[in-house]
């Protein structure tokens, strides 16, 4: 009992919550602060001078000396910079701390100096950030003191989204409006907005903090580039769920407290698939301060690692051979009433409702497939998507067997009559009760699946923002809620309009509908037959941001301009570039410095053996057998170690972004394929105590 009321006396203790607004705002102000946190607007100068005190004197008595706006740069994680309270001594020289709301509200961060894809020069330093009204700001404790956290979003001198926060709370204007049109057809008049619901499960791998800082690909790639495979891998399914070792529950515990002190709900965790592989999950909440809290719970993540002498990976693929690591973004659209338009009911097949909201959602998947998938895209998913670990690169839809069922019938005769029901799941042991179970089974391959009353987008990758997903998922079924309110609102029988664009809608996208196996080769050729895109990488993904299409959505909501999607299509391919070249040369780093001296002083070691062995009179034939197969590796290295560096030469010269993004992709990529493959043959040539790095055995069995 005294645990769980310690956790109800430090949840959120380290967040400027609405009650303590309450508590420290005069009642007027508070009312000003809740009426723009509902139902938008603007607040006053005088209000703002309030508001920002009463937050500069609970952060100063919480220890606080500085505040920063926090923000959500291009680069996917977050920025800072602190001002501290102070102002000028007054004439007695007394110190002053003050904090206006001037600066609450706005502040002023280099602009040119971040990924913004062309939209700044060099020369255009200056960008803003606006405080986020309905994100609570927070205090963040470490080595450099207490800080003052302000979320913010942030933009260029011209107005521009610089930022993962600022296309985000667009959309949920967009969604919230459009689907207000839906939840009013069926006699919903006292909801004012719908709110983007998320939850994101978190994957992430732990390793030993000294062995970690002994590879260099970790430190400056956040993934192994060699690396033979340890005798033990997962397929004997036993870390899955399995007992969390003391090391890592100790750690878990710290995590579990610091985020709870911030205000996120930390609730769910255990071993993933893959040995030294782990997953939290948090409790849903509204888009935005999901979307803040998951870059709080990576950073966290990473801070307390250290702590515990560990190294926390977030990369999508850091060891070859065992599952990477993604988030699955659980999204959802409920009511400020209490209605959530993805709970099917009891009886799906009688609540139209749903029903017309599932069909526009399929819709949007489908019509968009090729823009969702790109939201999911970055570097290091290209090594995860796909994979028997991980949704495939198509794009489709779970609904499982009692909606699919629903669907079938919509489609063949226009309307359903009945819904499958989960039955009761018999044990066969006395002592055990049966139950009643779901009316379907869950499906792990499927990229976007129904889940009881939401969806699970499995795509993300485990060190992305869940800004960029769920602000495509908001625009895209904002789009379609449009549509069909546009059709129903001009029919002259309402009831008629719904149940026609309902069936339209199910028999025209039902295509994206899949809840077979995604992993298997058969899907991906009945998915080329149905017409749905296959994007491999990230790099073809990133066109879908400029598609005429994508254009028209984006700018109908007011969410980007065709020059925001422009430069984040540019950003794609900068940020891959510059990935793949940072892994490229760290290869090259370690190749040179470490592995190959390795290879060649053990060579040495072998050679001599085998002189001395001859001349004891015996014949060295296993002896020259080994140094004969190092001999040939290690030649096969060395040719691909120097090919590696020449195709590096040649995309030095290249100036254009996107020739060059493809250039890693085709050429250096299968170059460094070329290099590790033999290295990594070494690595089980060579004597375990003359091998220079920690191997995967090292790295994920000894955690």
Known sequence: MSELLNVEEIFASKVFTLSKMQERLPKAIFKEVKQIIDKGGELSPAAADVVAKAMKDWAVENGATHYTHWFQPLTGITAEKHDAFVTHPDETGKMLLEFSGKELIKGESDASSFPSG?????????????????????????????????????????????????????????????ALRIVRLFGNTTATKVVPSVGAEQEYFLVDREKYLK?????????????????KGQELEDHYFGSIRERIGSYMKDINIELWKLGVTAKTQHNEVAPAQHELAPIYETANIAVDHNQLVMEIMKKVAGRHGLTCLLHEKPFAGVNGSGKHDNWSLCTDNGVNLLDPGDTPNDNIQFLLVLACILKAVDVHADLLRQSAADSGNDHRLG??????????????????????????????????????????????????????????????????????????GSSDSIGSPNTTLNAIVAEAFCEAADIIEAASNKEMAI????????????????????????????????????????????????????????????????????????????????????????????????????????????????????????????????????????????????????????????????????????????????????????EMLVDKKDWPIPTYSDLIFEV
């Open 118 to 178: 062309g939209l700044r020069a060099t020369f255009e330093a200056r960008g803003y950030t606006t405080w986020d009204i309905t994100s609570p700001a927070f205090l963040k404790e470490d080595a450099t003191g207490v800080i003052l956290c302000i979320p913010t979003a942030f933009c260029s001198y011209n107005g521009e989204a610089l930022d993962k926060k600022t296309p985000l709370l667009r959309s949920m204007e967009a969604v919230s409006e459009q």
């Open 215 to 231: 590879r260099e690909d970790l430190i400056f790639a956040g993934r192994t580039l060699f690396g033979a495979p340890a005798p």
């Open 387 to 460: 994979a028997n670990e991980a949704p495939p690169a198509i794009i489709s839809v779970f609904l499982g067997e009692q909606l699919q069922d629903v669907v079938n019938q919509l489609i063949e005769t226009g309307a359903a009559t009945r819904s499958l029901e989960g039955g009761k799941l018999m044990t066969g042991v006395s002592t055990l009760p049966d139950f009643d179970k779901d009316a379907t089974d869950r499906n792990r391959t499927s990229p976007f699946a129904f889940t009881n009353n939401k969806f699970e987008f499995r795509m993300v």
């Open 499 to 682: 149940h026609d664009l309902i069936k339209e809608y199910l028999t025209k996208h039902q295509r994206i509908i899949f809840n077979g196996n995604g992993y298997s080769e058969e899907w991906k050729q009945e998915a080329a037959r149905r017409g749905l895109p296959n994007i491999p990488s990230s790099i073809e993904a990133a066109k879908a941001l400029t598609t005429e299409k994508s254009i028209r959505l984006f700018g109908k909501f007011g969410i980007f301009t065709e020059a925001e999607l422009q430069s984040r299509e540019e950003v794609v391919y900068e940020t891959y570039a510059k990935t793949i070249n940072i892994e490229a040369l760290t290869m090259i780093d370690m190749a040179k410095k470490q592995l190959l001296p390795a290879v060649v002083g053990y060579t040495k070691t072998v050679a001599d053996t085998v002189l001395a062995v001859k001349e004891a009179g015996v014949e060295p034939v296993v002896q020259r057998e080994l140094l004969q197969k190092l001999s040939a590796k290690l030649e096969e290295a060395n040719d691909a170690l120097h090919l590696l560096e020449e195709k590096l030469v040649v995309a030095g010269s290249m100036t254009n972004q996107k020739e060059l993004a493809f250039y890693y992709k085709d050429e250096i990529m299968p170059a460094m394929t070329a290099l590790r493959a033999p290295v990594d043959a070494l």
